[in-house]
């Protein structure tokens, strides 16, 4: 309900998270419903301050999940505001901010603010271009990984991934030294492989496709993704950028400016690589080659 918000009377300079700038995001994937229904927040006068950068925890979430609308609300100084009841996470739309977690709601756990970006986001369909990249992308980044359920979490960042071959690091090998009998090589070289056996063979069996990280990723999003053989095979190299994330569609040239806050600034487009839209001017691919890496017979796009 968009109700008669007093805060914002007497503003003479539109919002403070930058609505003014040319804002290229798909709101498509929002359901505004259940945006609108959320409690709305406008800094006035006060001292808080809402990020001109939109996006959230959102790495690896779909195309436009919620996580890539969510901005941060700081005080003056850049921190989080000290007030319990102060809002901490909006998602800003045209003239208003919608709070999505209040400062008390950290302490609560982040249960809550999870289970609110599953209940804005109204999914692309599983075919859409957008879900496609995505899917790429998840491959690309979760290459040679696998999801160890039963794995004990016996180093930091290790808990339940398992890399698939397994790295030389995760394997003995056999340190010389002048000093050992050729019984005590021998048997040593022995034990080795016998642990470099059980490792690999361990890690053969739990390296199947539906537990790779890509699927399982795609599967809390999308539940009938079916694993790709070819991408676990060969996920390839970034070469379609990240627009997909926010935008509707790939942007032209012209067009192209990045997500404020992704890691990547805009590109010359004439000499670098685009990490947004993807093109590189040293190898443009061409529709003839984007159809070949998709796998799709060359005429499929050519009605003649
Ligand atoms: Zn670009």
């Given at each position: 309900m968009r109700a008669l918000n007093t805060s914002t009377l007497g503003r003479t300079q539109g919002p403070p998270w930058g609505a003014r700038k040319r804002q290229v995001m798909d709101w498509s994937t929002i359901d505004l419903g259940v945006l609108h229904s959320l409690p709305t927040w406008y800094p006035g006068g006060g001292t808080l301050r809402v990020s001109e950068h939109p996006g959230s925890g959102c790495f690896g979430d779909p195309p436009g999940y919620p996580s890539y609308f969510v901005r941060h609300v700081y005080t003056a100084n850049g921190d989080t505001p000290h007030r319990a009841s102060a809002p901490e996470l909006v998602i800003a739309e045209g003239e208003d901010a919608y709070v999505l977690a209040?400062?008390?709601?950290?302490?609560?756990?982040r249960t809550a603010l999870l289970r609110r970006l599953r209940r804005l986001w109204a999914p692309l369909p599983y075919e859409h271009?957008?879900?496609?990249?995505?899917?790429?992308?998840?491959?690309?980044?979760?290459?040679?990984?696998?999801r160890d359920d039963a794995g004990a979490v016996t180093e930091p960042n290790?808990?339940?991934t398992l890399i698939f071959p397994v790295p030389y690091y995760k394997l003995r090998s056999f340190v010389?030294?002048?000093?050992?009998?050729?019984?005590w090589r021998?048997?040593?070289?022995?034990?080795?492989?016998?642990?470099?056996?059980?490792?690999?063979?361990?890690?053969?069996?739990?390296?199947?496709?539906?537990?790779?990280?890509?699927?399982?990723?795609?599967?809390?999003?999308?539940?009938?993704?079916?694993?790709?053989?070819?991408?676990i095979s060969n996920p390839g190299d970034q070469l379609e950028?990240?627009?997909?994330?926010?935008e509707a569609e790939r942007p032209t040239i012209e067009a192209c400016t990045p997500r404020s806050g992704s890691r990547f600034g805009a590109?010359?487009?004439?000499?670098?690589?685009?990490?947004?839209?993807?093109?590189?001017?040293?190898?443009?691919?061409?529709?003839?080659?984007?159809?070949?890496?998709?796998?799709?017979?060359?005429?499929?796009?050519?009605p003649e």
């Open positions: 209040y400062v008390r709601d950290y302490m609560t756990g271009e957008r879900v496609q990249l995505w899917i790429r992308s998840v491959y690309r980044h979760q290459r040679n990984c696998y290790d808990g339940g010389d030294d002048a000093r050992f009998s050729e019984e021998a048997a040593e070289r022995t034990a080795i492989a016998a642990y470099n056996d059980d490792v690999r063979a361990r890690a053969r069996a739990i390296a199947i496709p539906d537990n790779h990280s890509a699927v399982r990723q795609i599967r809390a999003y999308y539940p009938e993704h079916m694993p790709d053989l070819q991408l950028g990240d627009w997909w994330q926010t590109a010359d487009h004439s000499t670098q690589w685009c990490q947004w839209c993807g093109r590189n001017p040293g190898k443009e691919m061409s529709d003839d080659e984007i159809d070949l890496r998709d796998g799709l017979p060359l005429d499929v796009h050519d």
